[in-house]
């Protein structure tokens, strides 16, 4: 499976984008599909998830109410709409599947997911 991350960029602040994140191999009925983010020095932060056989998304509590997670399960892809954007939110984002994942697993484990994308960088100015 290949992770392939698209959509960011710079953007003011309260500025909104849309990250995507297209994953190869045959359509997908189970799993997880997730974001995460990292700053320089820092470790890699969940950020949202969503589950795929039956739709269930999960936030972190910096971005819920701003963010959403949304998948088009034909084409195994994964998209994240970013809206408010602070600079708080400049990282590069990184998106990941878990082909494990059971309901009740941890979503926000970055360890669970075995499949990762290759980053792409937000930068929100102020």
């Known amino acids: 499976v290949q992770l392939q991350a698209s959509g960011g960029g710079l953007v003011q602040a309260g500025g909104s984008l849309t990250l995507s994140c297209a994953a190869s191999?045959?359509?997908?009925?189970?799993?997880?599909m997730g974001w995460f983010r990292q700053t320089p020095g820092n470790e890699r932060e969940f950020v949202a998830a969503i589950t795929w056989a039956v739709t269930i998304p999960y936030y972190s509590a910096s971005v819920k109410g701003r963010f959403t997670i949304s998948r088009a399960s034909a084409r195994n892809t994964v998209y994240l709409q970013m809206n408010s954007l602070e600079p708080e939110d400049t990282a590069v984002y990184y998106c990941a599947r878990d082909t494990d994942y059971v309901l009740g697993s941890d979503v926000t484990d970055r360890a669970r997911y075995d499949y990762w994308g290759q980053g792409t960088q937000v930068t929100v100015s102020s």
């Open positions: 191999g045959r359509t997908f009925s189970s799993g997880v």
